[in-house]
Structures are given as C-alpha cells and as structure tokens.
C-alpha cells in the first residue's frame, strides 16, 4: 500500500484525506468509543503509526466532533466502567489510547492544528493542548463532565500547568462550563472563527503559515512542550489517580445513587 493511500480512511471513528500537503481528519466519534473493541484500537494504532512514519504531508489538521450528547455518552463510559465484570479492561483500553494518542501528538515532527466546535468536553481541550496551534468556532462551548464525579481529567496535568500556573489551571478546572472567549482569553484556543467559516478558515491559515510557521512552532513545542519523559509521567500520574478514584465505593454508590433518581440502572 503507498503511503498515501494508507493515510486515507473512512471509518466509524473518523475520516481522513490529503488535502495537497496538508492531512485532515475528522472525528465522528469520542476518544472513549475507541476502547470498545480491540479491533478498532489496533485499527487506530497501525493509522497513527503510518500517519508517524509518512513524509507524505507537512502539517496535520484535526475536526473535532461536537459533543451534543455530552451527559449521556459520560453516563454510558461511566457505566461500561462500574459494569466491569462485563469488559473488565475497558478503562485500561481508554487510558492507553488517551495516552499514546498525546504522546504521538507530542512526538509529531511538523505542524499541527486542533478545530472544533459546538459542544467539547474539557478532555477535548487538554488533549487539544498537544496541538501546535487550536482554532474554535464562535458556538464553542467547553464542558467538564469529570468535575460532578471528582475525576482528574486526561491530559490536564502536564500542559495545564505549564500554560496557565498551578492556580490558574486549578481553577479552570474546576470549572463546570465556559466558552471559546473564556479558553481564549486565557490562552487555551489561539483563534475564534464564525461556525460556518471553521473549515475552511483553518485550512486557508494552515496553507498560508505551515512553511512560515511549522519550523518556529515544532522549534517552541520542543523548548517548552515536549519533555516526552516528564509527559509520560504526568500521563502514568493521572492514569493512577482517576483509576483510585473509580474504585472507590463512595463513587460507585454515588454514581448509583443518581442513575437511580434519573430512572434508570447500573
């Protein structure tokens, strides 16, 4: 199979194509739904590993999926998770994907661009952050499902940080929702774009900068960004924190305890 041609997917996770030198992918499901099967994560991983290897394009651009379904798709990862006897490794599975998606990211040696829109949990955001550079629509708004259950959220600890300050990204994430204005204002989101201009907006910029801006950009992510060592501990950290606290009874009962005001069960 050329190169080229193994860059291009259409699948139920998400699409991808060559756009001249630029490859776009588009997300048509959560981080999450790829721990369902093993098969679509070795799937994701032999495609992120020729999209590693591929010298076929200079810059990456990701659509992020809009995420109106928040509340339900979180209630259905929490469940599969309490309900381990029946995929007692569904947990391991996301988490490893969460992680080797970031580091590759945070590996990746040209330019990178995160667009997104509509509804976007704050996983979205942090793992947006191991992006070069992020672009929103002006309908974005981010929501932090993890804060109702005490979870440490993927990907917050290590670029967070490093952004914001300690206090800052504490906060922040403690934050039940807030807006593209709020993320940019904070230096979360680099550009808001109309939603109807977000494709094609991100696409004219990366087509416009990526010679100008890919050199600088992989240059600052490796001074400032990418300390791939100190990344995958910050990774194994949360790794550790957000499985003691899913094990824990106290949220289980309280998990429960919810569902069961909402009509429905475990």
């Known amino acids: 199979m050329k190169t080229e041609e193994s860059l291009v997917r259409d699948n139920e996770q998400f699409s991808s194509f060559l756009d001249k030198d630029i490859l776009v992918i588009k997300e048509k499901q959560p981080i999450s739904s790829f721990a369902r099967d093993i098969v679509d994560i070795f799937h994701l991983y032999d495609y992120m590993e020729h999209a590693l290897s591929s010298k076929a394009y200079k810059s990456l651009v990701l659509f992020s999926r809009s995420e109106p379904d928040l509340p339900i798709e979180y209630d259905g990862f929490l469940s599969k998770i309490f309900s381990g006897k029946q995929d007692p490794f569904y947990l391991d599975r996301f988490l490893n994907v969460a992680n080797r998606f970031i ?10 661009v995160f667009a997104g829109q509509g509804t976007l949990s704050v996983l979205s955001l942090t793992t947006a952050l191991a992006y070069d550079y992020r672009i929103v629509a002006d309908n974005t708004v981010f929501e932090n499902p993890d804060l109702d259950f005490g979870l440490v959220t993927k990907g917050s600890g290590y670029f967070l940080p490093r952004l914001l300050g300690i206090l800052k990204a504490t906060e922040m994430l403690q934050w039940r929702s807030f807006t ?35 050199t ?51």
């Open 103 to 112: 580091l590759s990211l945070a590996a990746l040696d040209r330019m990178t």
């Open 180 to 214: 593209a204005e709020d993320a940019l204002q904070l230096g979360l989101v680099d550009q808001i774009v109309p939603v109807s201009r977000l494709e094609a907006e991100t696409l004219e910029f990366v087509s416009k900068n990526q010679s100008l801006l890919s």
């Open 216 to 266: 600088t950009l992989v240059s600052l992510r490796k001074l400032f960004k990418c300390d791939i060592k100190e990344l995958k501990r910050s990774l194994e950290l949360e790794d550790s924190l957000i499985k003691e606290r899913l094990i824990s009874e106290e949220l289980r009962r309280r998990f429960a305890a919810e569902r069961e005001s909402q009509g429905r069960l475990l």
